[in-house]
């Protein structure tokens, strides 16, 4: 069983940064692949970016490919999210979630995640 915890959302002007943690509890986390998701209002629950168990692999939506980067410390049982040159249409809650089993490669589905966070708002003005 694993445990997520986001913070850092809030809210900045487009163009501006944040930068996301989620903090995991439980065991084996770095055997995790982890990814980052994200929900407008009215929007289904799309994929941002993920990162292998080790860290050595990512990968990003389209839309933030080149503003943001996901990065790991296995040390601290941490995951991040680098979000720069954000738009408004980055206005969304932002989750954190674990894949059910070790070593398993990341994906872009959120069906084949089992662990998630309860998610953090973040709010871009224009």
């Known amino acids: 069983q694993v445990q997520l915890v986001e913070s850092g959302g809030g809210l900045v002007q487009a163009g501006g940064s944040l930068r996301l943690s989620c903090a995991a509890s439980?065991?084996?986390?770095?055997?995790?692949?982890m990814g980052w998701f994200r929900q407008a209002p009215g929007k289904e629950r799309e994929f941002v970016a993920a990162?292998?168990?080790?860290?050595?692999?990512?990968y990003y939506a389209d839309p933030v490919k080149g503003r943001f980067t996901i990065s790991r410390d296995n040390a601290k049982n941490t995951v991040y999210l680098q979000m720069n040159s954000l738009k408004p249409e980055d206005t969304a809650v932002y989750y954190c979630?674990?894949?059910?089993?070790?070593?398993?490669?990341?994906?872009?589905?959120?069906?084949?995640?089992?662990?998630w966070g309860q998610g953090t708002q973040v709010t871009v003005s224009s």
């Open positions: 979630a674990a894949m059910g089993g070790s070593y398993y490669n990341p994906t872009t589905h959120s069906t084949e995640y089992a662990y």
């Open positions: 990162i292998s168990w080790s860290g050595g692999s990512t």
């Open positions: 439980g065991r084996s986390f770095s055997s995790y692949a």
